[in-house]
């Protein structure tokens, strides 16, 4: 394993000094420290790349550079106003990174809120339809592999959304097994570490890494899913 990453202890403080002064100015005067941290991620993205890419051959062949999202916030329908995100985040995924509709692996970056997700996230109405149709019939696999001691280590039993409806979805009985997972309009799982992990590059990348491979039956089931 190549844990030769260099300053990832620089990316929290970092963000931790952003939070309080999200700002263009300051940004500016920091650029150098802006810089640093984004060479660590990208440092830890072509290792996890390489690392995952082992086991899942869906992101073997991705640049670091389409896996990072952009630090500047678009504000032209926010009230928000403030310049820069408060958090970093890397987005392994097929068919284009941070790009991609499909589900892998999102390591998001902030104080205080470190995680590892994926999951099917910005389904269009269309998308969410299919995708319970999906769930209809497949569910029981989804179940296996929600109930196995690795899933399960990481990412507990069962499944978050931003969005979910209180009645039945038009077409499903109350009954179903899988009801509850019906009624969502996203079908998300994420696992929270901490802060201190990054200040030892073998440590992070060995928990991601093994918590990515937690992950791996769930996401490639999700691409099925998107892919029918």
Known sequence: MNTMINNLNTILPFLSDLAQNNNRSWFQENRERYDI?????????????????????????????????????????????????????????MNGGHRSLFSGYYIHLEPGNCMLSGGIWC?????????????????????????????????????????????????????????????????????????SLLNSPQQLITHLTQAAHAMMPFSHWCNRGLLE
């Open 37 to 93: 941290a984004r060479q660590a991620i990208l440092d830890l993205t072509a290792t996890l790349i390489a690392e995952i890419g082992q086991f899942d051959p869906q992101v073997r062949y991705l640049e670091p550079k389409e896996c990072l999202f952009r630090i500047y916030r678009d504000t032209r329908f926010s009230l928000d106003k403030s310049p820069y995100k408060r958090h970093f985040g890397i987005y392994i995924a």
């Open 123 to 195: 389904a269009d109405n269309q998308g969410i339809k299919r995708f319970r149709s999906y769930i209809d019939t497949e569910y029981e696999e989804l179940f296996d592999i929600m109930a196995h001691p690795d899933f399960k280590h990481y990412f507990g039993d069962h499944l978050t959304c931003f969005e979910s409806l209180k009645r039945p979805p038009m077409g499903y009985p109350a009954d179903h097994p899988a009801i509850e997972l019906l009624k969502m309009k996203q079908w998300l799982t994420s696992h929270h570490f901490d802060d």
